[in-house]
């Protein structure tokens, strides 16, 4: 591979904070790159000090141990100052890792050297209004869900896509999925596998009742609005965090936002498939192997 950038001289290693192993290697890691004169320091991702040092830009990288939560995590933090991230996987599925837990040795002097490329990953800004007044404001990597509470009914959910009636689904929820979303919740939905470098909305019902149940990938820099019209309240789930309770006639819209994700990629851009084959195959959160 050409190299295509320009090694990093200072990096905050973030480990999953209920992962021991994953703390220990990364004071090894800590240890690999000041030895090559790279200044590095090394934390929980529960650490603030060192989410504060990411948020101000403080850094050029950011190298994570975990699994895929910890990438959604940090990448809230790590696009809106435009630090780019490497996983090394200690998660069950790693989908959006880079590195598997051992390797990283092979891939380090690879990274110094600049042999690497970045993959930019859209990012998803949802608002949540009620009438005219704005509830709350966030930046999501996978999806935005709004879904049925504790009460076991299902919604109706009005859709309008760029100010436009689209239809009103009759579901459990309805998933507005990012690219990299596609590849989580909207594919257990039965929604297709977009490739990660799209700008393109998926917009999919969950257990959709007498209603549309096919998945919608909408043109690049549309808007799309959901409103609940239930007299029961619903919930609204980014990248899985804990729910928000939305009331009757709320809506939430979701576009692309104005900040991307970059991830290091020392492989070439057909892993996508290769690694999307391989985890349907043989996928390791059943705990089997074929």
């Excluded at 591979?1 to 320009?6: D, F, G, K, L, S």
């Excluded at 060192?50 to 940090?74: K, M, N, P, W, Y």
């Excluded at 959709?208 to 096919?214: A, E, G, N, Q, W």
Aim: hydrophobic fraction near 40%; charge should be negative; glycine fraction near 8%.
């Amino acid at each position: 591979m050409a190299t295509e950038t320009n090694p990093p001289s200072c990096v905050v290693i973030l480990a999953h904070p209920t992962i021991p192993q994953a703390l220990q290697e990364a004071q090894s890691i800590s240890s690999f790159l000041k030895s090559r004169k790279v200044d590095s320091c090394v934390g929980s991702l529960d650490d603030a000090e060192l989410r504060h040092q990411v948020e101000s830009g403080d850094c050029d990288l950011v190298i994570l141990l975990g699994g895929d939560g910890t990438v959604l995590r940090a990448g809230h933090i790590c696009a809106k100052s435009d630090v780019p991230i490497l996983g090394i996987n200690y998660g069950r599925f790693g989908f959006l890792m880079e590195i598997q837990r051992t390797a990283w040795r092979s891939y380090l002097p690879r990274l110094l050297r600049g042999d690497f490329r970045y993959e930019k990953r859209m990012m998803l800004h949802a608002v949540h209004w009620r009438g005219e007044q704005i509830l709350g404001e966030w930046e999501v990597l996978n999806e935005v869900v709004v879904c049925r509470g504790q009460l076991v009914k299902p919604l109706h959910l009005s859709a309008s896509v760029d100010g436009h009636f689209l239809t009103t689904y009759v579901a459990d929820g309805l998933i507005a999925a990012t690219p990299t979303g596609s590849t989580a919740y909207a594919l257990a939905a039965g929604g297709p596998i977009m490739p990660p470098e799209l700008r393109n909305i998926l917009l999919i019902p969950v257990a959709p009742h007498l209603t549309v149940d096919r998945a919608i990938i909408l043109s690049e820099g549309a808007r799309v609005s959901i409103c609940v019209k239930n007299d029961h309240p619903a919930v609204l789930s980014l990248d899985g965090q804990h729910p928000i309770t939305i009331d009757q006639d709320d809506r939430v819209e979701a576009y692309a936002g104005d900040h991307t994700l970059k991830v290091v990629r020392f492989q070439d851009a057909g892993y996508f498939y290769r690694s999307l084959m391989s985890h349907m195959e043989q996928n390791p959160s059943t705990g089997k192997n074929r």
